[in-house]
């Protein structure tokens, strides 16, 4: 076996699986296995983007540089790493990963290198359809969709602008607001 295919195989295991490296790559997981089982060798762009998704160097993936001086981040699955996944799985440089999350492109350096995005990052990274629950921790055991989580996520951020809304009442305008309330749920309890 070449030194890649034992490379991307070290790297790969304990992060993702074939299937979900291959769907990074727009490619298939029979091809990762080809890769890894040295019985195919990746395009110079296929190396570029492997390199990426794994923050090292294509040197280092070739066997050009000894394992031990490669600048392999023992701590991969960490929130600068995910989001360096995300952006290479949209295919896009950081300059035009900054622009959709309105950002600048030395921010999001900064943060593929370790520095804490603000809350408005995390939420437009979520909106991008990935579950906030491996964003942040890096766990995909959870049982509702990434679709649920951002609607969960939604629902508590409304009741708390009600809430807010409500402590601003008189007690008679809340009192006349929970009869309101009560008629409007009281016409869709009637229809059904």
């Known amino acids: 076996?070449?030194?890649f295919a034992n490379r991307l195989k070290d790297i790969?295991?304990?992060k993702m699986t074939q299937g979900e490296l291959a769907d990074l790559l727009?490619?298939?997981q029979v091809q990762i296995s080809l890769y890894e089982t040295g019985k195919d060798d990746p395009s110079p762009e296929m190396l570029e983007k492997i390199a990426d998704i794994f923050d090292v160097t294509t040197d280092y993936l070739t066997g050009k540089t000894p394992a031990k001086d490669a600048s392999v981040d023992?701590?991969?699955?960490?929130l600068a790493q995910r989001i360096k996944v995300i952006r290479v799985y949209y295919n896009k440089s950081q300059e035009e990963f900054a622009k959709d999350l309105s950002?600048?492109?030395s921010a999001l350096s900064s943060i593929e290198h370790g520095t804490i995005p603000s809350a408005e990052v995390i939420q437009k990274l979520g909106k991008l359809g990935f579950s906030l629950e491996w964003l942040l921790y890096g766990e995909n055991n959870q049982p509702s969709s990434p679709k649920q989580v951002l609607e969960d996520t939604a629902a508590d951020w409304e009741r708390t602008r009600i809430n807010k809304l409500l402590n601003a009442f008189s007690h008679d305008k809340l009192k006349l607001c929970r009869q309101c309330l009560e008629l409007f749920v009281a016409s869709f309890?009637?229809?059904k």
């Open 26 to 28: 727009n490619t298939t």
């Open 74 to 78: 023992k701590e991969a699955d960490t």
């Open 12 to 14: 790969r295991k304990g």
């Open 189 to 191: 309890t009637q229809e």
């Open 103 to 105: 950002i600048s492109q």
């Open 1 to 3: 076996m070449n030194e």
